[in-house]
């Protein structure tokens, strides 16, 4: 096992991450905030570990932040649809639908994996006016997490916006 100089056993990059998730599940952004720090200066090759950071950065307020460390990740592993789809809501949150737009609609074209991630590329859809494809992809969120609430609302939504 690996261990540091002082008999310690080394922290993996999926344990550091953790902790940053756990701080953020407590409320505690300060201690998010230092823990990804350490993260992605330890670990810089650790994709997920800058799709954390551009997470964290969102929702603090801090969308360039969050662009920043979205781009880290994809230069990491640029075919990743989950880093695109972050890529593309940060664009959005910044106001530039016209460089989201691209990446938007090729993530349109694939099923994705998660019921969070079809839920938000729906949510991005709708934001470009393209309702009908919403429809689809709230109707996967909701087949990949049919417990979820908040994906039935939103499938609603969207089809009382289109007069359904």
Known sequence: MNTTGSGKQAI???????????????????????TCRQLNKQFPEFASGWYTASQLAARVGNARGALQA???????????????????????????NQSARPLLEQLDKLDLDSGFQCAQLALQLSRLDKHERALHHYQRAIRLEPRLSEHHYNLATVHRFLGN
């Not at 991450?17 to 300060?30: D, M, P």
């Not at 979205?70 to 530039?96: F, H, N, T, Y």
């Open 12 to 34: 993996t990059p999926g344990q550091l991450e953790a902790r940053v998730l756990a701080a953020i599940g407590q409320g505690n952004i300060k201690q998010a905030v230092v």
């Open 70 to 96: 979205i781009e880290q990740a994809l230069e990491l592993e640029p075919e990743s649809p989950r880093w695109q789809l972050q890529k593309a809501v940060c664009l959005m949150r910044m106001g530039d």
